[in-house]
């Protein structure tokens, strides 16, 4: 299975498991230009949430998210907002590793 493949496989597993957990599915693979794009967007208890969906691959799975990574992230958010009027939200991150979901919740805003 190649990468992109696998991604969207693991992908649709974290957005089953986020359904279980209350999560309404806004869209996924926002698409932002030069700055890539925004795994998965959900809505809960009012907050629209961004999340990165990582894997794990010969690294730890977090060390993956460099700080070039998180201000591409940021920009990408950032259109979101202005083009949605978006006023409450947050960022989280989704480690899939050896069928394990680690959610972690704790990013606040940029």
């Known amino acids: 299975m190649n990468r992109r493949k696998k991604g969207l496989k693991i992908e649709e597993i974290v957005c089953e498991y986020l359904k279980k957990e209350g999560y309404e599915i806004i869209e996924r693979n926002f698409y932002c230009g030069k700055y ?26 977090y060390y993956t998210i460099s700080y070039e990574k998180l201000k591409r992230l940021e920009n990408c958010i950032d259109y979101y907002v202005l083009q949605n009027g978006v006023e409450n939200y947050r960022f989280e991150v989704i480690i899939f590793n050896k069928g394990r979901i680690i959610h972690l919740k704790e990013f606040q805003n940029f």
């Open 36 to 61: 890539g794009e925004i795994d998965i967007i959900a809505k809960k208890d009012d907050f629209t949430i961004f999340i990165e969906v990582r894997s794990l691959n010969k690294l730890e799975p």
